[in-house]
């Protein structure tokens, strides 16, 4: 069983489009995170809901739209995509109100903007 | 500002030999310190991870240790092997709202 699964995995699209990825976690957690990826690996937070409330929100912009309907669930809406947005986008989750601070990542979304 | 700073940006080592992985960060607000690792075309999957009140840590081949004073903390990985080929990242935490801050990433190739 996936415990943080991210679809699509693949994702190609030409600048001005308008994409959502979604995912979903198993493990019961109460926050789920959007992370960025760019091309030299680097790993930046965009993101995090605890129980359907946004906590984090980095300076992202206002394209990216996160959106969580339940606390299983946590999908990220890009409009008019732009060619900087090309990255991979990994989706984590953890559970904050027993104060765990693990965060298990899901696999990744490669999203490549033509 | 790059708040965590790691190093190498890449390493080759025998296998069998001792990989090391070295991390500097500047804001003391951090409360927790773990290592991923991911594999090409994988997510990031928790290694270890150790809070700033104890100075060493180990869990099986690896082991982070950890200088509070001087800001530091780095990965020994024992008896390196083919498959611990990956890219390791550090991370340092914030506790207001589980805040991850990645170093740069460090590319390990252990040779047979």
């Known amino acids: 069983d996936t415990a943080v699964s991210q679809t699509p995995k693949y994702l190609v699209t030409q600048m001005g489009n308008d994409k959502s990825i979604k995912c979903e976690q198993n493990?019961?957690?109460?926050?789920m995170y959007w992370y960025k990826q760019d091309s030299k690996k680097f790993l930046k937070i965009m993101f995090s809901?605890?129980?359907?409330?946004?906590?984090i929100n980095e300076t992202v912009p206002n394209r990216f739209s996160p959106k969580s309907p339940d606390k299983a669930h946590l999908n990220l809406h890009i409009n008019s995509l732009e060619l900087g947005d090309s990255a991979v986008y990994f989706c984590?989750?953890?559970?904050?109100?027993?104060?765990?601070?693990?965060?298990?990542f899901g696999p990744g979304t490669r999203l490549t903007v033509t | 500002q790059q708040q965590v700073k790691q190093s190498p940006q890449s390493l080759i080592v025998q296998k069998g030999g001792i990989s090391i992985i070295n991390c500097a960060y500047e804001?003391?607000?951090?409360?927790?310190f773990p290592w991923y690792q991911q594999f090409p075309g994988k997510g990031p999957a928790l290694l270890i991870a150790?809070?700033?009140?104890?100075s060493e840590k180990k869990e099986g081949r690896f082991t982070i240790s950890f200088n509070k004073s001087a800001k530091q903390f780095s990965l020994h990985i024992m008896d390196s092997q083919p498959g611990d080929s990956a890219t390791y990242f550090c991370?340092?935490?914030?506790?207001?709202?589980?805040?991850?801050?990645f170093g740069g990433g460090t590319r390990v190739l252990v040779k047979p």
């Open positions: 984590a989750s953890s559970q904050e109100t027993s104060g765990r601070p693990e965060q298990y």
């Open positions: 493990l019961g957690h109460d926050t």
């Open positions: 809901y605890n129980n359907k409330e946004l906590i």
């Open positions: 804001n003391t607000a951090f409360d927790y």
């Open positions: 150790i809070r700033p009140d104890v």
């Open positions: 991370a340092a935490r914030k506790a207001a709202g589980n805040k991850l801050t």
